[in-house]
């Protein structure tokens, strides 16, 4: 059973331009943050799709690479999300407008 | 099969984390068929094991509630939907025309099995891993430092006891 590559490239743009529209349009810092995550795991499809097509293996080790840079953006970035909650008890970015206190 | 996870996907909205660990799951069995089995392994340990554990946690911690609807600004709308409009057309007319070219994939076509993928780590890839490592360090220090309160850090621990 074969699938045609454009499938793959066609399911990773879909998943990658819903990480760009939440991203645009959520009001939310986590659901922002959520964003990101499905447009970097558009990204890995597309990654693992194309080292199925030229048969290589190296993309999925650059996939494992953006999983790992991933986990430490994340971490980092829930860690910022939860000292802004602290100062401005708030979640809503519109709010957030201040670099300083 | 990929035209179902497809219709999985598109369909789902992206305001709740228990759809991203849905799109998580699904990309993981994708990533099975398509042969990469220890991506798929790593997928479901990292992504739908720790990084939603970390959304969810966040998301309690903090109690959020529903968004607030807010209005974007005016340009953005006159400036976007033309925009959107013709990046489609261009992506819609980029397909079409490169659609009897297309490649096949077969599935299973990857042979993902860990030994290889840990001689090509660790012999090519040796220096990126170890810098990830050191990545991974300061991320967890960073986000230490970040997420403990001003107070905690400040306080002078022998002046406590």
Same mark, same amino acid.
């Given at each position: 059973?074969?699938?045609?590559?454009?499938?793959?490239?066609?399911?990773?743009? !879909?998943?990658?331009?819903?990480? *760009?529209?939440?991203?645009?349009?959520?009001?939310?810092?986590?659901?922002?943050?959520?964003?990101?995550?499905?447009?970097?795991?558009?990204?890995?499809?597309?990654?693992?799709?194309?080292?199925?097509?030229?048969?290589?293996?190296?993309?999925?080790?650059?996939?494992?690479?953006?999983?790992?840079?991933?986990?430490?953006?994340?971490? *980092?970035?829930?860690?910022?999300? !939860?000292? *802004?909650?602290?100062?401005?008890?708030?979640?809503?970015?519109?709010?957030?407008?201040?670099?300083?206190? | 099969?990929?035209?179902? %996870?497809?219709?999985?996907?598109?369909?789902?909205?992206?305001?709740?984390?228990?759809?991203?660990?849905?799109?998580?799951?699904?990309?993981?069995?994708?990533?099975?068929?398509?042969?990469?089995?220890?991506?798929?392994?790593?997928?479901?340990?990292?992504?739908?094991?720790?990084?939603? %554990?970390?959304?969810?946690?966040?998301?309690?911690?903090?109690?959020?509630?529903?968004?607030?609807?807010?209005?974007?600004?005016?340009?953005?709308?006159?400036?976007?939907?033309?925009?959107?409009?013709?990046?489609?057309?261009?992506?819609?007319?980029?397909?079409?025309?490169?659609?009897?070219?297309?490649?096949?994939?077969?599935?299973?076509?990857?042979?993902?099995?860990?030994?290889?993928?840990?001689?090509?780590?660790?012999?090519?890839?040796?220096?990126?891993?170890?810098?990830?490592?050191?990545?991974?360090?300061?991320?967890?220090?960073?986000?230490?430092?970040?997420?403990?309160?001003?107070?905690?850090?400040?306080?002078?621990?022998?002046?406590?006891?």
């Amino acid at each position: 059973m074969e699938i045609p590559l454009s499938y793959y490239l066609v399911l990773s743009g !879909i998943l990658f331009t819903c990480g *760009v529209l939440g991203f645009l349009i959520k009001r939310n810092i986590i659901t922002i943050f959520m964003s990101i995550e499905l447009m970097l795991n558009g990204v890995n499809l597309s990654f693992v799709a194309y080292a199925a097509h030229w048969h290589a293996l190296s993309g999925q080790v650059f996939v494992f690479f953006v999983m790992v840079v991933a986990a430490a953006e994340s971490a *980092v970035g829930l860690a910022i999300i !939860i000292a *802004v909650y602290r100062t401005r008890e708030t979640l809503n970015v519109d709010q957030v407008n201040l670099l300083k206190l | 099969m990929a035209g179902a %996870v497809n219709l999985l996907v598109q369909s789902h909205p992206i305001n709740s984390a228990l759809s991203l660990i849905v799109v998580m799951a699904s990309l993981a069995a994708e990533y099975l068929l398509l042969g990469a089995e220890f991506v798929a392994a790593v997928q479901v340990i990292v992504y739908a094991g720790a990084i939603m %554990v970390l959304f969810l946690i966040t998301i309690m911690l903090l109690n959020a509630g529903k968004e607030v609807r807010s209005k974007g600004s005016h340009v953005a709308t006159l400036l976007g939907v033309p925009g959107v409009t013709i990046g489609a057309l261009l992506v819609g007319w980029t397909l079409v025309g490169r659609s009897s070219t297309t490649q096949l994939v077969s599935i299973g076509a990857l042979w993902g099995d860990p030994k290889s993928i840990a001689r090509l780590l660790f012999h090519d890839f040796l220096l990126p891993f170890e810098v990830t490592s050191v990545l991974i360090l300061i991320a967890i220090m960073g986000a230490v430092v970040l997420a403990s309160r001003p107070e905690a850090i400040a306080r002078d621990p022998r002046k406590d006891q």
